[in-house]
Each structure stands twice: as C-alpha cells, then as structure tokens.
C-alpha cells in the first residue's frame, strides 16, 4: 500500500494541476468570442471605427466582414441561459432584442474596411459548454445613422 502511495502521489500531483486548467479552459471559446466581438459600453459607440478595430483585435481576418456588439457583457452571456439553473448546449438561438452592432466590411484594399452600424437580432451559437462561441447570422432592424 505504501508503495502504491509513492508511484501515485507524484503522479496525482502532476494530473492536478491539468484538471484545474481542464476547468478553467472549458470557457476559452466565449473569453475568446468577447475578445474578437464585444464592444466595451463605456465608450460612445459612434467613436468605434473598423480601422482602428481590426488593426487593435485578434479577429480572424480571411472573412469580408466582421461583426462586433455593443452591449453590456453579461446580455451576451445570457443568450445561452435557458434558466436560472440550465443553459442552452449545442443549439443556435436568436437574441430576444435587438443589439447595437458595428460591421467591418473589408474593401477593395485589403487593410481598410468599411463601418456599418446598425441595430439588429443576432443569431448566436450556444456552446456545449452553454456560452455563446459565435455569430451565425443578423437580421437587420435599423440603421444606426453616425
């Protein structure tokens, strides 16, 4: 028994460190969904410009546009909430309300791109982790004149 002791202890001290990172990282795709897409609302939002956005952000560049939302962070966590307790896995949910959104559309030079703001529903991906980890489509309200 006591040498089973010393062959485990060593090796559950080194599997528990990876099962705290193994929780930790099971929101990585909505930090990283905040990073690429959430505009913080304690800056005006006609002050936002594609430009300066897409140049400071991790966003993935290969697409002809990009989609950013401001609002406050947790509207964008609650998307996925089906309850108090429950959240939605796996599914695809439009927002109940409309959200002030800014879209990057690349032009023809491939470093500028062009601002559209707008009010529109948001289609979201819930993650099998409950949170939003992408956008999958918008549907046009308003415009949001500058």
């Known amino acids: 028994m006591a040498s089973a002791l010393k062959v485990l202890g060593p090796l559950l001290a080194l599997l528990f460190p990876l099962c705290g990172l193994f929780v930790h990282s099971k929101n990585l795709s909505w930090r990283e969904f905040m990073k690429q897409h959430h505009l913080n609302t304690n800056w005006e939002f006609r002050k936002y410009k594609c430009n300066d956005l897409m140049r400071e952000r ?8 990009h989609i950013f939302i401001y609002t406050l962070w947790h509207k964008i966590e609650n998307v996925c909430r089906r309850n108090w307790r429950g959240r939605y896995r796996n599914v695809y949910i439009w927002s109940q309300y409309p959200f002030k959104t800014l879209k990057c559309y690349r032009e023809n030079n491939k470093n500028n791109y062009k601002d559209y703001k707008s009010y529109s ?3 979201f991906h819930c993650s099998m982790n409950g949170y939003v980890d992408s956008i999958e489509d918008t549907w046009l309200l308003e415009d949001v004149s500058n």
């Open 121 to 123: 529903y948001i289609e």
């Open 58 to 65: 991790d966003v993935p560049k290969d697409k002809n546009y």
